[in-house]
C-alpha cells in the first residue's frame, strides 16, 4: 500500500460531478504516417504487453473511512484493462468540431474510483481535419490528477511510446502481483500508523521551515524587487464564477520557430514569455471583443523555471507556481511582452529564494478533506475575489517524433482540470516544430473556445509584426524603458513580511 501525498489526495477531496480531477490529451495520429494494418486491436495488444511500464495502469485507489487519514493505492485485483481502452468512432464530417466535442464530454466524466483511474479512448474516423488525411486516428487519454505529477505522466505515456516506428519489446518478466482489498479495521490501523509516523517528522519539518524562513529573512535581493502579484489581488473577470459539468474545448497549433524567432528578436526574453504573451494579447482581444476587459490587468498562476545558473540541465526539473502579472490593460503587444518579462524575472527571483514546503504534509487528513469539501459543495470558489483569473501551464516536450504502436504521432494538444472560481486553463505543449494551446473550460464561461482560439492567432501575429519590424536603435530604445525597478522600501525584511501577508490572506481566505 502506498499513502497519497497531502497534495495528492487534495485532489481526490476537491473532485465533484461538475469538476472532475483527470488531466489528459488528444494524441492526433495521421492514418499516413501509421503502419498498414494500424488498428484498435495493435493498440490494445501494445498497452497489454506495456502494463509493467507505470504502477498507474494497475493500482487502484482505496479511501479510509472518515477521512481518518489520506487514501492509498494497492494493485488492483479486479484489474480489467478492456473497461479502461474504449473505442469510438467520430461522428460525421468527422472534423475538428466533432474531435474537440467528444474530447469535451469525455473529460466532462468523472473517472470511476472502483477500478484505476485511468482511460484512453481510441477514436477512429478523423475524416475531415485540415493538415490530416482522411481516415485518421486520435487517443483521447485521462489520468486522475491524484495519480500522476509530471514525472509519474511522463512514465506512464512514455511506457508506451517509441522513438521509431518499431516497436520495443520490454525485457524481463511481468512480476506484478495482485493485492487483497483491505479490511475496514487494516485501514483504521494502517491509518494510525500512518499518523504516528508523520508526528515523528514533525521536528524535522519545523527545522527545515526554519532555516526556509531564515533564508527569506536574509536574501537581499528581493528586497530590490517590486513584488510580484499578491494572492486574491486578481480583478473579477467573466473566467472567475462557478463552473458547469459541461465542458468545452479546443486546441490550436503554432509553428515553434515564430516564438523562437520572436524570442531572437527581443534579448533577455525566454521562450515562457512569449508564451505568456502570445496568451495575454489572446484574451485581451477575445475580453475586448465581449466587453468585458477589466481594467486592471489579469493575473496567471504560472509554472516558473527557477534553476539557478550553476546548475545544468542534469539537475532536474526546477520549476514553481507562481502569480505573473499578463498586462492585458496595455493594447502595444512589444511593450506588453517586456513587462511580462520583468513580472517573471522578479517571480524567478521570489520562487528562487522561497522554496517550497509540504506544510500540506502535516494537517490532520480529516480537516483537509472537511476544507476541499466543503469548498468544492459550496461552490464557493465561485463567488470571492479570484486567487488569479487563469491557470497557464507551459510543459517542454520532445524535439523529436515519437510513435504509438507503430504510428508517428502528428499532435498533441493537452487537458487539465478546471474549478469554480478559476474557469479557464491554458495548457501549452511542444512537440517537434509546434507549440499547441489547449483551451479548458465549460459553456457557461468560455462557450466559444474555437474564438478563443483565434483569437490567439490574432495575438500571435500582432506579436510577430511589432518585433520583428523593429530596427535595433527602436529595439534598444524600447528596452531601455522596460528594467526592472527596485522597490521604494528596501528594506531587507520586505519580502519576509510579503511572504508572511500572503500566506495569512490564503489562510483567512480559507477560513472564511
Not at 490587468?297 to 516558473?304: N, S
Request: net charge negative; charged share 20%.
Amino acid at each position: 500500500m502506498q499513502v497519497l501525498s497531502a497534495l495528492d489526495a487534495t485532489f481526490i477531496y476537491l473532485e465533484s460531478e461538475h469538476s472532475p480531477m483527470a488531466i489528459g490529451g488528444v494524441y492526433i495520429i495521421d492514418s499516413k504516417d501509421a503502419p498498414e494494418g494500424f488498428s484498435y486491436d495493435g493498440w490494445y495488444k501494445l498497452v497489454e504487453s506495456r502494463l509493467r511500464g507505470s504502477k498507474v495502469f494497475r493500482d487502484r485507489l482505496i479511501e479510509v473511512p472518515w477521512a481518518m487519514s489520506f487514501p492509498f493505492w494497492i494493485r488492483d485485483p479486479d484489474f480489467d484493462l478492456q473497461a479502461h481502452l474504449p473505442r469510438i468512432k467520430l461522428t460525421k464530417p468527422g472534423g475538428m468540431q466533432e474531435l474537440m466535442q467528444l474530447a469535451s464530454e469525455n473529460w466532462s466524466e468523472v473517472l470511476d474510483r472502483s477500478r484505476p483511474l485511468w482511460e484512453m479512448a481510441f477514436v477512429e474516423g478523423l475524416d475531415n481535419i485540415e493538415g490530416v488525411s482522411k481516415g485518421s486516428y486520435a487517443l483521447i487519454t485521462k489520468v486522475h490528477h491524484a495519480a500522476v505529477d509530471g514525472k509519474a505522466g511522463g512514465e506512464m505515456m512514455s511506457s508506451l511510446m517509441d522513438l521509431s516506428p518499431e516497436i520495443r519489446q520490454l525485457k524481463g518478466k511481468d512480476t506484478w502481483r495482485p493485492e487483497e482489498i483491505p479490511s475496514s479495521w487494516a485501514v483504521i490501523t494502517g491509518a494510525w500508523s500512518g499518523a504516528a509516523r508523520k508526528a515523528l517528522g514533525l521536528p524535522g519539518f519545523i527545522g527545515k521551515t526554519v532555516m526556509g524562513a531564515a533564508q527569506v529573512y536574509t536574501d537581499k535581493r528581493l528586497s530590490q524587487l517590486n513584488p510580484p502579484p499578491r494572492i486574491l489581488s486578481a480583478p473579477k473577470s467573466i473566467f472567475n464564477q462557478p463552473i458547469r459539468s459541461a465542458r468545452t474545448y479546443w486546441g490550436r497549433n503554432f509553428d515553434f520557430r515564430r516564438i523562437k524567432a520572436i524570442r531572437k528578436t527581443v534579448p533577455g526574453t525566454t521562450i515562457n514569455d512569449v508564451v505568456l504573451a502570445v496568451c495575454a494579447g489572446g484574451l485581451r482581444h477575445y475580453l475586448l471583443d465581449k466587453g468585458q476587459l477589466p481594467e486592471k490587468q489579469l493575473v496567471a498562476m504560472a509554472p516558473i523555471s527557477v534553476r539557478k545558473e550553476t546548475e545544468g540541465e542534469d539537475s532536474g526539473n526546477q520549476v514553481s507556481a507562481m502569480l505573473v502579472g499578463l498586462e492585458t490593460n496595455i493594447s502595444d503587444p512589444l511593450k506588453r511582452l517586456l513587462n511580462i518579462h520583468g513580472n517573471t524575472s522578479r517571480s524567478k527571483i521570489h520562487a528562487s529564494a522561497m522554496p517550497a514546503s509540504e506544510l500540506t504534509d502535516f494537517l490532520p487528513s480529516e480537516t483537509l478533506a472537511a476544507a476541499a469539501r466543503v469548498y468544492t459543495r459550496t461552490r464557493l470558489g465561485g463567488y470571492h475575489r479570484p486567487f488569479f483569473n487563469v491557470t497557464i501551464t507551459n510543459v517542454p516536450g520532445p524535439p523529436v517524433p515519437f510513435y504509438l504502436a507503430g504510428a508517428k504521432i502528428n499532435t498533441v494538444y493537452g487537458m487539465a482540470p478546471i474549478l469554480d472560481g478559476l474557469g479557464l486553463l491554458l495548457v501549452v505543449l511542444s512537440y517537434q516544430d509546434q507549440i499547441s494551446i489547449g483551451i479548458n473550460s465549460c459553456e457557461q464561461i468560455v462557450p466559444d473556445p474555437d474564438y478563443l482560439a483565434d483569437c490567439f492567432g490574432r495575438s500571435m501575429v500582432e506579436l510577430e509584426n511589432a518585433a520583428l519590424q523593429l530596427d535595433s536603435d527602436d529595439l534598444d530604445n524600447t528596452l531601455q524603458e522596460y528594467t526592472i525597478e527596485p522597490m521604494v522600501d528596501a528594506n531587507p525584511l520586505a519580502s519576509a513580511r510579503l511572504a508572511l501577508d500572503q500566506a495569512l490572506e490564503a489562510i483567512k481566505a480559507l477560513e472564511k
